[in-house]
Every structure is written in structure tokens, then in C-alpha cells.
């Protein structure tokens, strides 16, 4: 039995169709909107309910859990805590502080502690993850690679814990993700008068732990970079998940957007 912890975005939603009637699962249900409430596997949990998320895994057997989507960092003044939460609560504050990536590494030691190991969040679903190649009929020319460059720069100097997965950069302005995530990002950047000029970076953090919350693209991030006059995306080999494949690709070539996996 497989425990799905899933959260926000289209992603556990993929993953929930590929293997509904072919695996044994139950999920933990993270979303606001209880989005998987139709399935009676389904357990709507609050984030600081560690003893209850614990307590179900165990008692159906499960001893390996998958993370999907985005989990809200909870606001620690107002979470509710049951008491293995509060047992781990101040490990969970200080690492919290270091950032997203040094949070996610801690709840996966505390799951190890409780026996329950953490699985790749493409195990069941490696045909989400792009190898090396340009996927689409346009490549970057040498003011692109420029960008692009800044770009990897930027995201190396970033904090080694913090939450930063994404960069676009545009000439001399690079502007890293923050805690509200890329499509905040793209939102920010104003479209240049009939130029389309600069790049989305999207590589996982630093100390990242590659089992968990890998950068995140699909038609909508392709949609956002064309409102935002971006040229081209930018992912690391294997190392992403690339939603609406066939459908991203087919809107890249029509609005002459490359698709870069280094």
C-alpha cells in the first residue's frame, strides 16, 4: 500500500488517473478545496497533524508514502497541532527557517523515523521527466543563452535551503522566484511592445531532495511566458515535471517559444 500525500497543482491530479484501479493506495488529502473528498482512500488532514497522518498510514499498512503538489508552508502562529505535532514541532520551526527545501528534508527524516520511506514523486509517472533536447522547433540564439546564463548564476548565489526553483532573466534584469511561486513571477514581468526577449529558468534547489518538488512546467507556464514576452524555458535533465506535454510542445512551436532540458 502506497500513501499519496497530495497537494496543490494539476500534478497528484495526474498521477491519481495513472494509477486509480492498478495500485493499492490511500491519499492524504493537503488541498484547501478537498479536491480527492469522492475517493472513500481519501483523508482530509491539517499539515500539523503528524500524529493522525502518521496513525492512518500505519494502520493501513503503508510503509511507503509519495509527495505531489504544492504544500503551503502553514502559518506556525495558527496551526493546530495534535500531540505527535507538537512532538515535532520544533524541529520542524527551525528548519523551516532555513527554507522550503531544508523543511521538506526534515518531514521526510521524520517519516523515516516513524518507518515510512519516501519515495521519487515520479515513480509512478517517469514519462513526466525530460531528458536532455530541445523539444520544440525553435532553439536559443546567443542573446538567449546570455539570459540563460544569468540565470543559472543567479539561482547558484541563491540561498542553499531557500525555495527558489525559478529565474527569468531579461538582459540585465534577473528576477528570482519567491515564496508565491513562478506564476507570480511571470506576472511581474511587463511585455516589451512587439519583442519577445529573456527566458524562464526552471532547476531544482540547491540541497534539494530529488524525491520531492521537482520544478513544475505545462501549458499554463508555456501560456504565462507568451503573455510576458518571454522567449524559451529552460529545465534540468530529469530533474522536472513537464505537464500537458503534447499539448505545451504544440503551443511552443505555434508561438515560436523553445523548450530547453540541459
Do not use: W
Not at 475517493?39 to 502518521?54: A, C, T, W
Not at 521538506?104 to 521524520?110: A, G, H, V
Not at 540585465?172 to 529558468?201: A, D, P, S, Y
Amino acid at each position: 500500500m502506497i500513501g499519496l500525500i497530495f497537494g496543490e497543482t494539476n500534478f497528484p491530479k495526474y498521477i491519481y488517473k495513472k494509477i486509480k484501479g492498478k495500485k493499492k493506495y490511500l491519499i492524504i488529502d493537503l488541498t484547501k478545496k478537498k479536491s480527492f473528498k469522492k475517493d472513500r482512500r481519501s483523508h482530509s488532514v491539517s499539515v500539523g497533524q503528524f500524529g493522525k497522518i502518521i496513525s492512518i498510514l500505519k494502520e493501513n499498512k503503508c510503509n511507503k508514502v509519495l509527495f505531489a503538489g504544492k504544500i503551503q508552508k502553514p502559518n506556525f502562529a495558527k496551526i493546530k497541532l495534535d500531540f505527535k505535532g507538537i512532538y515535532y514541532f520544533p524541529r520542524i520551526v527551525k528548519k523551516s527557517k532555513l527554507g522550503d527545501a531544508a523543511l521538506l528534508k526534515e518531514i521526510i527524516e521524520i517519516f523515516k523515523n516513524e518507518k515510512i520511506k519516501t519515495i521519487s514523486s515520479t515513480a509512478f509517472t517517469p514519462e513526466l521527466s525530460l531528458s536532455k533536447g530541445n523539444y520544440s522547433n525553435f532553439i536559443p540564439d546567443k542573446k538567449d543563452k546570455l539570459d540563460i546564463n544569468n540565470a543559472l548564476r543567479s539561482l547558484n548565489k541563491s540561498n542553499q535551503y531557500s525555495h527558489v526553483q525559478g529565474a527569468i532573466s531579461r538582459g540585465n534584469l534577473t528576477i528570482l522566484e519567491n515564496q508565491e511561486g513562478t506564476q507570480k513571477m511571470l506576472k511581474k514581468i511587463k511585455k516589451i511592445k512587439n519583442i519577445n526577449k529573456g527566458v524562464l529558468v526552471k532547476f531544482p534547489k540547491k540541497k534539494q531532495d530529488f524525491r520531492v518538488d521537482l520544478p513544475t512546467v505545462g501549458l499554463n507556464t508555456l501560456k504565462q511566458c507568451k503573455a510576458a514576452g518571454l522567449k524559451g524555458i529552460v529545465l534540468k535533465h530529469k530533474k522536472n515535471i513537464f505537464l500537458d506535454k503534447k499539448k505545451s510542445i504544440n503551443f511552443a512551436n505555434k508561438n515560436k517559444i523553445f523548450i530547453l532540458v540541459k
